[in-house]
Nanobody, 125 residues
Framework: QVPLVESGGGAVQAGDSLRLSCAAS????????AGWFRRTAGGERKFIAAIGYSGSPRYYEESVKGRFTISRDINKNAIYLQMNSLKGDGTAVYYC??????????????????WGQGTQVTVSS
């Protein structure tokens, strides 16, 4: 198991910025790729961004490119999602995930084995 705990969610206005954090426990996380997904009410988890275990490669969902940045701090055993210029459609529960995705599974929930409980982000227009 790789326990993951997200933090940093909250209520913001459209155009604001927010930084999500995901803290992992144990050394296994250092050898795994990690990513962020989000789920709107009644929807499925959708890919936002992913990062390799060494900090590369990095992948982004098309609609967040240029606004969101994923990063990881090996010393802190954590990853982050810096979200700028948030839009109303950004309201969702945001999940941190870890695993060993390859090919197209980098962009799919099924490519990740470990998940956090999620943190709520609410963007008001």
């Amino acid at each position: 198991q790789v326990p993951l705990v997200e933090s940093g969610g909250g209520a913001v206005q459209a155009g604001d910025s927010l930084r999500l954090s995901c803290a992992a426990s144990g050394p296994t996380f250092l050898h795994l790729a990690a990513g962020w997904f989000r789920r709107t009410a009644g929807g499925e988890r959708k890919f936002i961004a992913a990062i390799g275990y060494s900090g590369s490669p990095r992948y982004y969902e098309e609609s967040v490119k240029g606004r969101f940045t994923i990063s990881r701090d090996i010393n802190k055993n954590a990853i982050y999602l810096q979200m700028n210029s948030l839009k109303g459609d950004g309201t969702a529960v945001y999940y941190c995930a870890a695993g060993a995705p390859y090919g197209s599974s980098w962009y799919e929930a099924g490519g990740y084995n470990y998940w956090g409980q999620g943190t709520q982000v609410t963007v008001s227009s």
